[in-house]
């Protein structure tokens, strides 16, 4: 842990896994595959990954540890023909996406070689008041 994060958890409760989260993401994996992550409205986010290439039954969608996690088997066989040049991606992948703990994953889509993972804000955003006993 880095004296950044140990300096501040000395003034927090409660917020070990934000920092722990914060040190994973200067981590990350691979740029494989592309993503983009719109912000739909305040409570909605969608984020587009590029699997062309990819059949549906082949990609898993799950939510673990406030992970969003993306999985891709690619079921091309490498055949022996002749090819100047390959790039379409042929490739097993793993994607590991960081997400709060107040977002839940409503759906997800494939179509046209194009990943849609929807999220929605599940936090309620009312005051709570506390009674002092």
């Avoid at 896994?17 to 990350?28: G, K, M, R, V, Y």
């Avoid at 703990?101 to 009312?126: P, Q, Y």
């Amino acid at each position: 842990m880095t004296r950044f994060t140990s300096d501040f958890l000395n003034y927090c409760v409660g917020f070990e896994t934000i920092f722990n989260s914060l040190e994973n993401l200067t981590q990350n994996e691979r740029p494989y595959p592309p993503y983009d992550v719109q912000r739909i409205d305040e409570d909605t986010y969608v984020i587009e990954m590029a699997l062309a290439g990819y059949k549906k039954e082949n990609i898993k969608v799950m939510v673990k540890d406030n992970f969003l996690i993306v999985e891709g088997k690619s079921d091309l066989k490498k055949d022996n023909s002749d090819y100047v040049r390959r790039g379409i991606a042929q490739r097993s992948f793993k994607k590991r996406l960081q997400i709060s703990d107040h977002l839940e994953c409503k759906d997800a889509k494939f179509e046209d070689g194009m990943l849609s993972v929807h999220l929605k804000n599940i936090r309620e955003k009312n005051t709570k008041q506390i009674t002092v006993k």
